[in-house]
C-alpha cells in the first residue's frame, strides 16, 4: 500500500510539473463609465444618465513550435459582450475565432475615418444605411502583413434556416497598404448570406487616410448591394480630426447615403467629437445629428452624449 501511495504521489508531481511548463497567464482589467445622452426632442428616453461596467479576461501562452495562442473574454453590465481565440503564427499572420467582436474583414473596415469619439452615424436611427458589416458569430478571421500590403478576411458558416434550405455562408477580404508616408488605403469586398442562397447582399468598401503631424484626414466610399429592386444604397464619408496635445484630440466628420428608391431623399449624418485622456481616465463628449433618415425627407434624429471613464 505504501509503495502504491508512493507512485500516485509521483505521478500527480510530474503531472503538475508538464503542466506549469506549458501554464500560460492570465489578466483581468475593468472599466466603469458614467454617460449623460440626450436623444432628439422627439424621443422619450427617460433618465439620461446611466453608467455601464466593464471586465475584461485576457489569456496568452507560447507553444512548441514558437507559435503564441491567446485569448480574450469581455463582460458589459455582468453579460457576454464579445470573445476571441488568436493563434499567432509569427510573419505568415493570424488566426483567429471570434464571436460578437468584427476584428476581421469588412466588418473591422466598416468606418475607418478619423475621430475623437464614434462614427457620424452611431446611436442614429439612420446609422445602418450604407454600412457594410457582416455577422460577428463564430467568425473565422485571418489578418496577415506583408511589406507594405495588410490582408483581413472572415469567413461566417451558414446557420442554415432549416434542414431543406440554406442562406449560404458569408464572407469577406480586405487589402490595406501604405503607398507613401502618412498615407493608408484600404479596398474590402463581402458577400453576406441572406434567408435564402439566392437573396445576399454584396458590399464594397474603399478608403483612403493621411496624416500630417497633428491632422488627419480621411475619405471612405461604401456600396451595398442587395437583391431587392430599389434596396442598393451607398455611403460617402469624410472626416477629419486634431490632435491638441497628447491628451486632447477632437474630430468632425460627415456623412451622405444616397438610395436607389428614387422615392427616397439623400440621408446627411455630421457628428462632432471630443476626447480629453489623463492617465486612465477619458473625458469625451459627442454630438451626432441626422437629416431625412432613412431616405424620409424632413426626418430627423441627432444624439448628443457625454461621457467619463475610468480603466482599471
Excluded: C
Aim: charged letters at 15%.
Amino acid at each position: 500500500m505504501t509503495n502504491i501511495k508512493k507512485l500516485g504521489l509521483t505521478a500527480l508531481a510530474g503531472s503538475l510539473v508538464a503542466t506549469s511548463a506549458y501554464a500560460g497567464e492570465l489578466a483581468v482589467s475593468g472599466t466603469a463609465k458614467l454617460t449623460y445622452a440626450s436623444q432628439h426632442d422627439t424621443e422619450t428616453t427617460g433618465n439620461p444618465y446611466s453608467m455601464s461596467k466593464g471586465i475584461g479576461f485576457s489569456g496568452s501562452g507560447d507553444l512548441d513550435n514558437g507559435m503564441a495562442i491567446a485569448y480574450q473574454y469581455t463582460m458589459t453590465d455582468a453579460a457576454f459582450s464579445s470573445s476571441r481565440l488568436k493563434l499567432d503564427m509569427g510573419d505568415t499572420g493570424t488566426l483567429s475565432f471570434s464571436n460578437g467582436a468584427g476584428t476581421t474583414g469588412i466588418s473591422a473596415y466598416d468606418d475607418k475615418m478619423p475621430t475623437a469619439g464614434e462614427e457620424v452615424w452611431d446611436d442614429l436611427d439612420g446609422q445602418a444605411s450604407g454600412v457594410a458589416t457582416i455577422s460577428n458569430k463564430g467568425t473565422i478571421g485571418y489578418a496577415g502583413s506583408f511589406g507594405p500590403v495588410g490582408v483581413s478576411a472572415s469567413y461566417n458558416k451558414d446557420d442554415k434556416a432549416s434542414p431543406t434550405t440554406t442562406a449560404g455562408s458569408s464572407h469577406s477580404l480586405v487589402v490595406s497598404m501604405s503607398p507613401a508616408d502618412g498615407v493608408s488605403a484600404f479596398i474590402g469586398t463581402g458577400d453576406k448570406s441572406g434567408s435564402t442562397a439566392n437573396n445576399g447582399t454584396d458590399m464594397y468598401t474603399a478608403g483612403v487616410t493621411y496624416t500630417a503631424g497633428a491632422f488627419t484626414l480621411g475619405f471612405q466610399t461604401t456600396d451595398i448591394d442587395v437583391s431587392a429592386v430599389n434596396g442598393d444604397t451607398d455611403r460617402n464619408h469624410l472626416a477629419a480630426s486634431f490632435a491638441v496635445n497628447e491628451n486632447m484630440s477632437i474630430s468632425y466628420g460627415m456623412s451622405t447615403v444616397g438610395f436607389e428608391d428614387p422615392a427616397k431623399v439623400d440621408q446627411e449624418d455630421a457628428g462632432v467629437a471630443v476626447s480629453y485622456t489623463m492617465g486612465s481616465m477619458t473625458l469625451g463628449a459627442f454630438r451626432n445629428t441626422s437629416d431625412d433618415v432613412g431616405g424620409t425627407a424632413s426626418a430627423e434624429d441627432s444624439v448628443t452624449e457625454v461621457s467619463l471613464a475610468f480603466a482599471f
